[in-house]
């Protein structure tokens, strides 16, 4: 079946660094979504892609449907401690019957 | 504005004993709904989709069946319950012909 590979698994920020994340396909997509979770809670729709190309801001955070349609990422600038969680990335290939496909997240710490 | 309801938030049940657990959408009408289950706080499982009353699609053989007995109601079941089937298990709605899930606030299932 088809599959999101979301890089980095994990990654450690520090107040005040900007943060990048990634998601790849080997399938055309014409949908991305960017989540963020939090323990315990239901993930939150960030940002939406709907075009090749398509670069999308939410406050500090910068969402970009990549060219070849089979990639997206999600940069964000200046981390504060609230950015901590889990961010998932979700897209819908082209083809399918609409569902999404997730990715299996970016765990953001805050450093020791 | 829509939400979405879950309950109960958390159950404690043990292996044999039945489940059900619902989920309930305000705010609009003849939504797409989904089942996901999250293991160990990462990954998404599509389990079951509906597009409207009394339909309901199965994405992963399993003994958890879902029903829909009202436009916007979402009811998970089992009769017999397995150790395998603990998670984080999360409803979440779409509008027709729209990508963007919005999710609930998830029950956390322990089976013992």
């Known amino acids: 079946g088809q599959q999101l590979n979301q890089s980095p698994q994990s990654m450690f920020i520090q107040e005040g660094e900007d943060v990048s994340m990634n998601c790849t396909s080997s399938?055309?997509?014409?949908?991305w979504l960017w989540y963020k979770q939090d323990p315990g809670e239901g993930p939150v729709l960030l940002i939406a892609l709907y075009k090749a190309g398509e670069l999308t801001s939410n406050g500090r955070l910068t969402a970009q449907f990549g060219i070849t349609r089979k990639d997206s990422f999600l940069n964000i600038s200046a981390s504060i401690p609230s950015d901590v969680g889990i961010y998932f990335c979700a897209g819908q290939a082209r083809g399918s019957q609409g569902n999404l496909i997730f990715g299996k997240g970016t765990k953001l710490s805050v450093k020791p | 504005s829509q939400t979405i309801h879950q309950w109960p938030a958390t159950l404690v049940q043990p292996v044999g004993s039945p489940l059900s657990l619902e989920c309930t959408v305000e705010?609009?009408?003849?939504?797409?709904l989904y089942w996901y289950r999250q293991a160990a706080g990462r990954g998404l499982q599509l389990l079951f989709y509906s597009v409207g009353i009394g339909q309901i699609s199965s994405e992963v053989p399993q003994n958890l069946s879902a029903s829909r007995p009202q436009d916007r109601q979402f009811i998970l079941s089992s009769k017999k319950l397995l150790l395998s089937d603990s998670g984080f298990y999360l409803c979440?709605?779409?509008?027709?012909?729209?990508?963007?899930?919005?999710f609930g606030p998830g029950t956390r299932l322990t089976v013992t």
């Open positions: 399938s055309i997509f014409n949908t």
């Open positions: 705010g609009t009408s003849n939504p797409n």
């Open positions: 979440a709605w779409s509008r027709t012909g729209i990508y963007e899930q919005y």
